[in-house]
């Protein structure tokens, strides 16, 4: 298929799955209403049959759960040369630096580990996390909270 400004190749294939699979499809993306696939005629019907949930800032905290707390310790599980546990206990911050969203917090803490492995301390330090950039929306909502350096792993 040749690609068209229209949308309509980006269209027919989902449109002709939902109308033979009993399915419920879930398309997800950044701004996914204003790409090809619901443009056009046939990105429009595609577009009425769907329903649009859009996602904000993950929760720092749901009922008694922490959901952003556990992220983080997923994330930090992923790190080798690093004590388990001490990222965890910073969620309130972390949330607050990375504005809630889920895409920066990953990125945060990986530039941080490579941070610490290049220049030898092997640890992350609250300093550390405060030089690395995000993401352009997650960015403006960067307040540091001071300027001592809190070790938060090995």
């Known amino acids: 298929m040749a690609p068209s400004s229209t949308g309509a190749?980006?269209?027919?294939?989902?449109?002709?799955?939902?109308?033979?699979?009993?399915?419920?499809?879930?398309?997800?993306?950044?701004?996914?209403?204003?790409?090809?696939?619901?443009?056009?005629?046939?990105?429009?019907?595609?577009?009425?049959?769907?329903?649009?949930?859009?996602?904000?800032?993950?929760?720092?905290?749901?009922?008694?759960?922490?959901?952003?707390?556990?992220?983080?310790?997923?994330?930090?599980?992923?790190?080798?040369?690093?004590?388990?546990?001490?990222?965890p206990r910073h969620a309130s911050s972390l949330h607050q630096r990375t504005a809630g969203r889920i895409g920066s917090l990953p990125r945060l803490i990986r530039q941080a580990a490579v941070t610490a492995s290049s220049d030898g301390r092997q640890r992350i330090t609250k300093t550390s996390l405060d030089t690395i950039r995000l993401g352009h929306l997650a960015e403006p909502h960067h307040r540091p909270t001071t300027n001592r350096s809190r070790t938060l792993g090995r």
């Open 9 to 87: 190749e980006a269209a027919d294939l989902p449109k002709d799955l939902t109308e033979r699979i009993p399915a419920t499809f879930v398309y997800a993306g950044s701004d996914v209403t204003t790409t090809a696939l619901f443009s056009g005629v046939r990105g429009a019907q595609l577009a009425a049959r769907s329903s649009l949930v859009e996602c904000g800032m993950f929760p720092a905290r749901l009922g008694k759960h922490e959901p952003f707390k556990e992220r983080i310790t997923a994330v930090e599980t992923a790190l080798s040369a690093h004590r388990a546990g001490t990222l």
